[in-house]
């Protein structure tokens, strides 16, 4: 079985900071991409920032300059510096990964979501 547990929402004013984490837990053989996405009330689930094993970034327009992506790879974790928040942030954010695992019949590949942590930005 594999886990993703994420930490780190909470309520914030608008220009302020949080971090977010997540770990992967369980029989992992590797991690290729990982990622976080947000869902506000009422829209569709959106991509935030994905990062690559080799640290390659990618970020949805709205919030280029403003989050920040990292991941350890040696503790399958992965990262969200979210600065200058605005309440248009405000939704639940979700970790996501690629995971390969090693069963009798050989390796899967699987995408794998947290339960997700909820963002507040309101004054």
């Known amino acids: 079985q594999v886990q993703l547990v994420e930490s780190g929402g909470g309520l914030v004013q608008p220009g302020g900071s949080l971090r977010l984490a997540c770990a992967a837990s369980?029989?992992?053989?590797?991690?290729?991409?990982m990622g976080w996405y947000r869902q506000a009330p009422g829209k569709q689930r959106e991509l935030v920032a994905t990062?690559?094993?080799?640290?390659?970034?990618n970020y949805a327009d709205s919030v280029k300059g403003r989050f920040t992506i990292s991941r350890d790879n040696a503790n399958n974790a992965v990262y969200l510096q979210l600065n200058s928040l605005k309440p248009e942030d405000t939704a639940v954010y979700y970790c996501?990964?690629?995971?390969?695992?090693?069963?009798?019949?050989?390796?899967?590949?699987?995408?794998?979501w947290g339960q997700g942590t909820q963002v507040t930005v309101s004054s």
């Open positions: 369980g029989s992992i053989s590797s991690i290729s991409a």
């Open positions: 996501n990964a690629f995971i390969r695992r090693w069963e009798r019949s050989g390796f899967v590949d699987s995408d794998y």
């Open positions: 990062i690559t094993r080799s640290q390659t970034t």
